[in-house]
Nanobody, 126 residues
Framework: QVQLVESGGGLVQPGGSLRLSCVAS????????MGWFRQAPGTEHEFVAA????????DYSDSVKGRFIISRDNAKNTLYLQMNSLKPEDTAVYYC???????????????????WGQGTQVTVSS
């Protein structure tokens, strides 16, 4: 079965940085659009960033634009999220997600993703 395994979360002070990774297996990662979402307690999944299968197109939520960077290494089946200038409101569980259709371009809508990881906790606090 498809596996998406996130890592890199942790506790960081406001203004700090973290890099999340998501390793995919049993999926044609090279042709899958990918996304990052997050969920804070008591809230719904929130779109963070998405990237097309080739990496040529990226999309970000307004809340992270200019601070976060999504990227991928298709040779390593790995998706990344570089998070800079972190704020307390970035505190959440972060999930990576993969689209099912080949040559997909990513999406801001959670319903457009077929596969999800288990999530990694990011806590921004002094």
């Amino acid at each position: 079965q498809v596996q998406l395994v996130e890592s890199g979360g942790g506790l960081v002070q406001p203004g700090g940085s973290l890099r999340l990774s998501c390793v995919a297996s049993r999926i044609n990662f090279r042709t899958s659009g990918m996304g990052w979402f997050r969920q804070a307690p008591g809230t719904e999944h929130e779109f963070v960033a998405a990237i097309s299968w080739s990496g040529s197109n990226e999309d970000y939520s307004d809340s992270v634009k200019g601070r976060f960077i999504i990227s991928r290494d298709n040779a390593k089946n790995t998706l990344y999220l570089q998070m800079n200038s972190l704020k307390p409101e970035d505190t959440a569980v972060y999930y990576c997600a993969a689209q099912l259709n080949p040559y997909s371009v990513g999406s801001a809508k959670s319903r457009d993703y077929a596969y999800w990881g288990q999530g990694t906790q990011v806590t921004v606090s002094s």
